[in-house]
């Protein structure tokens, strides 16, 4: 079992940043933690995913360069910084446990968190 709190959204303009936490607890280890995004009328996608115990990460194209993923096992969260937001980044923001392995699909998660919303203003 995993349980994971979401945190951090909140409204920005357009070019602003902003830090999505993840507070994961139970049984992590081993685990890849990714965060998805669901715009209105849209799919749930794929936004970032690192590996709790370290090492690999892994980014959707429109993530790269203006988001990164990060942890801090001492306090058994996994970060999204995003920078130079654009109002196309508006959506609400899930975290999620995936198995050992990556998944960047919605439906190989395991556990999922409330979502947290982000507005970009343009």
């Known amino acids: 079992q995993v349980q994971l709190v979401v945190s951090g959204g909140g409204l920005v303009q357009a070019g602003g940043s902003l830090r999505l936490s993840c507070v994961a607890s139970?049984?992590?280890?081993?685990?890849?933690i990714d965060w998805f995004r669901q715009s209105p009328g849209k799919e749930r996608e794929f936004v970032a995913a690192?590996?709790?115990?370290?090492?690999?990460?892994y980014y959707a194209d429109f993530a790269k360069g203006r988001f990164t993923i990060s942890r801090d096992n001492a306090k058994n969260t996994v970060y999204l910084q995003m920078n130079s937001l654009k109002p196309d980044d508006t959506a609400v923001y899930y975290c999620?446990?995936?198995?050992?392995?990556?998944?960047?699909?919605?439906?190989?998660?395991?556990?999922w968190g409330k979502g947290t919303l982000v507005t970009v203003s343009s």
């Open positions: 999620a446990a995936g198995p050992s392995s990556f998944q960047s699909s919605k439906a190989g998660m395991d556990y």
């Open positions: 139970g049984r992590t280890f081993g685990r890849y």
């Open positions: 690192v590996h709790w115990n370290g090492g690999s990460s």
